[in-house]
């Protein structure tokens, strides 16, 4: 007996939205007499998501990419139409460089440039014959998808709208709940490494996750969309938590092995001061614990390395107790604003986006992909002649563009054409079957409305999500680029054929140009953020700058820990850490740079040289430079001692010989 299909009540509701919304557009194209009303259709899918804010910037997004297209297919296919080869070349490279800048901002604006690219291919190949009804066609295009944008914007707002605020304050009380835990193992020296470890990824990864979420926040139906401003000024506070938290756990740690253990009143100190964790602790508690930890470095020490490293644990403690006091803030002005009341202004600039990981190099080599897959569908098309070859050129564009973020997309584009191959039956029957007999409107949607729905609840499940797009865009792409009226076997085999091919080429060519492994990406990860270090070291930075590396190297520690074997947690471990020192040392440096005037000149200045070229051999793998670096570093530590500097130069200074040479002997010892 054959078990029936099961979906959850949000699965259900996803896909009936989604059906409502691809009819009201179906319907409003067909009676405005749009030449293809089923793009409009087609829109409505493409922009659906369960969250309202999601659909609200996707759909923003999909028509400015879609005017963007329209615009350069306008340009170029009227202008070139005479000499195929040239018009081929013009839009294989806008295709090439829409998706290099698309893959260049990793937030939802980057649907903006890859729309742009595809759509031109969409709209201008099948008008290389006819480039007197470019303008036409282009306009009918941007109605037809506006129309499906209005419809689905409209459907998801209005009917049940599911709103972002329990993802977002989920994933944000996720974080803020892992750094509190991190705090509290660290205050009452409790946890064990694979637990620390575990806290350590999950709130990278929740950080990156809220970053990403918090660009759709905007466009919310609820009142979190007057809470953007904070939410944002949050994950950048966490943020900055992260190198605070990793440098007391080190200093902990090094001042157990040098001292033969944590000195009592260290852990005392930390004992008696935890009621600032509380979201509602005072003003008076936090002065208290900052007033506490800042006796910690004026404790006489055994040793000028054991008072340093009392200065920087300090330091770092007192940074602790101010960040954590300004998330409490903040997390209560979210809330706040939840209710319609106005947040506070406060002097914090949110950093969004433009801390994200992105690597032109991967960029480069997609748009590469995409030109020369594009330019071989072409060169195929004009030798042939073949009339259906514009679909061979589109489709070569369309999955070079949408599987461009993979490390390998060849499986993911091998799953989906397997679901195209699937969806060709059922194209046939509703293309030659069910269209001619569908005489009206109320028809057409009881005839459709099966498959669709059942594909909807398909969509919905992230698991099944990439083979039902492939099945929903096989049927609703034939119904949108066939001339459903006039169709006939012949065409259908043919203009179907094209498709095949056109995505079979796009991942020939991606199996031998743009396919990477998870190895070759994540050492490219780790060069860049060493290539990053050297620019810290080399020039001035302003005082963002050690915000936006914090954000960046957090973003890539979300990035590499999926990357990594997972044959244990020893190699996730041992990832996590190096890239934990890597984090710490670029803050060192940004707080270094900050208060360089403190330290003497000139030998300063010969620190962040060597300094930089230091770190540009540990990019090539190399350990060149390091003998003459490590006693530049001592040696202003012991000038600052001397002459009591300010703590926080003093501290960086540690922070820097902690991070390069956590293993070399314990320094400036009597």
């Known amino acids: 007996m054959i078990a029936l299909p099961r979906f959850s009540r949000e699965e259900l509701l996803f896909s009936l939205k989604s059906f409502a919304a691809a009819m009201l557009a179906l319907y409003l194209a067909s009676r405005f007499g749009l030449p293809r009303p089923f793009w409009a259709m087609m829109t409505t899918y493409i922009v659906a998501h369960p969250l309202v804010g999601n659909v609200r910037s996707k759909a923003l997004y999909r028509f400015l990419g879609t005017l963007l297209g329209c615009a350069a297919a306008v340009a170029l296919v009227p202008s070139l139409s005479a000499s195929p080869e040239l018009l081929s070349l013009a839009l294989a ?52 998808i506006g129309l499906g944008i209005l419809s689905a914007s409209l459907v998801h707002s209005i009917v049940l709208p599911v709103g972002l605020a329990s993802s977002v304050l989920g994933v944000m009380d996720r974080a803020l709940g892992d750094a509190r835990q991190w705090l509290s193992d660290l205050l009452h020296a409790k946890g064990n490494d694979e637990q620390i470890a575990a806290d350590r990824q999950r709130l990278a990864l929740d950080i990156t996750q809220l970053r990403l979420l918090s660009t759709h926040v905007p466009f919310d139906a609820t009142n979190l969309r007057w809470t953007a401003v904070a ?220 498959l669709f729905l059942v594909v909807g609840c398909y969509m919905a499940r992230p698991a099944s999500s990439l083979a039902a797009l492939g099945m929903f865009f096989g049927v609703a792409g034939t119904l949108a680029l066939q001339d459903t009226a006039n169709a006939d076997l012949v065409s259908f085999i043919s203009s179907n054929l094209a498709l095949f091919l056109g995505a079979l080429i796009a991942a020939r060519v991606t199996a031998l140009v743009r396919s990477v492994s998870r190895d070759w990406t994540s050492e490219r990860i780790r060069r860049a953020t060493w290539s990053d270090l050297a620019e810290l070291a080399t020039h001035q930075q302003d005082a963002g700058a050690h915000d936006v590396f914090i954000g960046r190297m957090l973003d890539r520690i979300s990035l590499l820990v999926p990357r990594v074997s997972p044959n244990g947690t020893d190699e996730v471990r041992i990832t996590l850490d190096g890239a934990l020192r890597q984090l710490r040392l670029g803050a060192d440096i940004a707080t270094l740079r900050l208060h360089s005037e403190h330290l003497p000149a000139k030998p300063a200045s010969r620190l962040f040289k060597e300094l930089a070229l230091v770190l540009k051999a540990r990019g090539a793998d190399s350990l060149a430079h390091q003998e003459s670096l490590l006693p530049q570093i001592d040696g202003l530590l012991i000038d600052s001692l001397e002459k009591d500097t300010e703590w926080r130069a003093i501290s960086a200074l540690v922070g820097l010989r902690r991070n390069l040479f956590p293993s070399a002997r314990a320094a400036l010892q009597p």
């Open 93 to 144: 490279l806008w295709v090439g460089l829409c998706l290099y800048y698309s893959l260049l901002d990793r937030s939802p604006r980057s649907y903006i440039f890859m729309l742009g690219g595809y759509s031109a291919a969409m709209i201008g190949f099948p008008l290389v014959e006819a480039p007197a009804a470019m303008f036409d066609t282009a306009v009918a295009r941007v109605t037809e």
């Open 231 to 450: 939410i944002g000024a949050l994950q950048d506070r966490i943020s900055a938590l992260i190198p605070a938290l990793s440098a007391v756990d080190d200093r902990l740690g090094a001042l157990s092995k040098t001292a033969g253990g944590i000195p009592n009143d260290i852990i005392a100190t930390l004992a008696r001061h935890t009621s600032w964790l509380d979201s509602i602790a005072t003003k008076v508690k936090a002065n208290e614990a900052y007033a506490g930890f800042h006796a910690i470095g004026e404790v006489p020490a055994a040793s000028p390395w054991v008072r340093a490293l009392r200065i920087d644990l300090a330091i770092r403690l007192q940074e602790l107790v101010a960040g954590w006091r300004a998330c409490n803030a903040l997390r209560s002005d979210i809330d706040a604003g939840l209710t319609g009341v106005a947040a506070p202004l406060r002097r914090n600039t949110a950093l969004g986006s433009r801390v994200l990981h992105f690597d032109r190099g991967i960029a480069m080599r997609s748009a590469i992909t995409a030109v020369l897959a594009t330019g071989i569908c072409c060169a195929l098309w004009i030798a042939t002649g073949w009339h259906s070859g514009s679909g061979m050129a589109m489709s070569a564009a369309v999955f070079c563009s949408f599987f461009a973020t993979m490390d390998d997309p060849v499986p993911a584009m091998h799953k989906f054409i397997t679901a195209l191959l699937w969806s060709l039956p059922v194209s046939v029957f509703y293309v030659l079957g069910v269209m001619p007999l569908a005489h009206d409107f109320g028809m057409l949607a009881l005839c459709i409305a099966p």
